[in-house]
């Protein structure tokens, strides 16, 4: 098949309606599939069989050093459970505090602290006039959402394979005294699935921020959610090259357990500098006597150590190889060749991205609806929902079935020739 901008219009008009009856006959399947958000699948959440009963006797409740986890205390978080999560991100057990459930929860507080406390002695960002961040793009939705909630300016940074245009952060960071922040997910990142290669992780390093409370919200969410054993990437550890650079407090990195054990019901931390450290310490005490201790005792007692873990997510990839791989054979055979989208084969997360012709996200995902597949909003991977292309939509292979996923790529594929037909033809 030649490239469709090569087709002449009557080509192009044959094609239309043979397209077309193909898709009448797709939605008369009465297809519901649901493509749309990052979610570990059953078969993901059954594997951590033992998992609950974890903790389950009053001889099992006690840390390492002896506190009960049933009581008040610890609000840093257990010993173990510190040292456990210090280890997936490769850095000192002092620099982490475990936390609930859910790593966004602790972006939005350390946001909200930020606005309404200041940063280590800064003025409190609701006093400012104008606050901005940087939003590498595409993005993840949700941190677009804590941002535009608080009102704070969002600043489009394009991202490219190894991280996001960097002469633009430096630009940005280093000459405009508003810019306080910019949202990152530097390990196979949230949608794409690109890592920040190592020159990037060190120029962010050298930054030499205009406000001296910008801070990098580093959310490494997927650091150890490798898809191959043979093709994994590798993330340089930021907190050590902002030492070395003489900018030890400039980042917050977030991590949780969400994709390693249950969305619902993993334990999440921050992890930054002593002094950063401090500050969220002595506003969590007015915020909370601790969080949820034997939840965090069952993550360590069912994983022992940073190994245990480790082998766990290889039976994580195992169930998820599959699944990116039915996408990927489907777009490839389907849309190879025809230069109407392009996407990203990662190595590790949860999602594929794919950059539809200019001004086609919106049909697509609207004719993918109407017959019956559910994708990611198009918009949502960028801030205030605005896709200036209006052409990335994101794809989240991992709750469906491998076979519901080839149905659903299918409908896809057919999609997307169809609007870009229509495209074509109205240009
Ligand atoms: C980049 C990123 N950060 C954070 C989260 C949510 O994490 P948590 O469940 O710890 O709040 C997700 C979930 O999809 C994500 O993709």
């Known amino acids: 098949m030649k490239a469709y901008r090569e087709l002449s219009e009557n080509e192009l008009l044959a094609l239309k309606d043979q397209l077309h009856k193909e898709y009448e006959e797709a939605k008369a399947k009465g ?34 050093t002896g506190v009960d986890c049933r009581n008040y205390g610890l609000l840093d978080g257990i010993p173990e459970a510190r040292t456990l999560l210090a280890d997936m991100l490769e850095v000192s057990a002092d620099k982490v505090i475990v936390f ?29 006039d104008k606050v901005k961040f940087l ?12 941002t535009e909630q608080f009102g704070i300016e969002m600043i489009n940074i394009p991202m490219k394979e190894d991280g996001p245009d960097m002469d633009l952060v430096e630009k940005y960071v280093n000459e405009d005294s508003a810019v306080k922040g910019i949202w990152c997910v530097p390990k196979y990142s949230n949608p794409q699935g690109y890592t920040y290669s190592d020159e990037t992780v060190k120029r962010f390093a050298a930054l030499k921020p205009a406000a001296e409370d910008f801070r990098i919200f580093w959310d490494n969410a997927y650091a ?29 990195e977030f991590c949780s357990t969400s994709k390693v054990t249950f969305p619902g019901a993993g334990i999440a931390a921050i992890v930054t500098s002593p002094a950063n450290v401090e500050q969220i310490k ?6 909370t006597i601790g ?4 939840n965090q005792l069952r993550h360590t ?59 086609c996200a919106k049909a ?34 991992t709750f469906p079935s491998p076979e519901e996923l080839s149905v659903a790529t299918d409908l896809f594929v057919l999609c997307v020739k169809l609007v870009s037909v229509e495209k074509l033809l109205h240009n």
């Open 301 to 359: 007692k069912y994983f022992k150590n940073i190994d245990g873990m480790k082998a766990h997510m290889k039976r994580h990839a195992a169930i998820m190889r599959p699944k990116f791989e039915a996408v990927l054979k489907v777009l490839e055979s389907e849309l190879a060749g025809l230069g109407i989208g392009s996407w990203t084969n990662p190595n590790g997360g949860y999602f594929i991205s794919f950059d539809a012709m200019e001004g």
């Open 224 to 252: 150890v959610h490798d898809l191959y054993e043979d093709r994994s990437d590798k993330l340089l550890e930021i907190l050590g090259e902002c030492e070395k650079a003489g900018n030890p407090d400039m980042v917050y």
């Open 282 to 287: 002595a506003a969590m005490t007015i915020q």
């Open 31 to 64: 297809l519901q599939l649901d493509m749309s958000r990052g979610k570990p699948s059953p078969a993901q959440l059954d594997m951590e069989k033992d998992f609950l009963g974890m903790v389950i006797s009053d001889a099992d409740v006690t840390t390492e």
């Open 291 to 294: 969080y949820d201790k034997l």
């Open 135 to 146: 939003c590498p793009v595409p993005g993840y939705d949700r941190h677009f959402a804590i």
């Open 100 to 128: 609930g459930n859910s790593s966004l929860n602790v972006m939005y507080d350390t946001i909200a602290r930020s606005m309404l406390l200041g940063v280590l002695g800064n003025t409190p960002w609701c006093k400012l």
């Open 364 to 397: 697509i995902v609207e004719k993918c609806k109407e017959a019956g597949v559910i994708l990611t909003g198009a918009g949502a991977t960028y801030p205030y929902k605005k896709d200036p292309k209006d052409s990335n939509i994101r794809l989240a292979p």
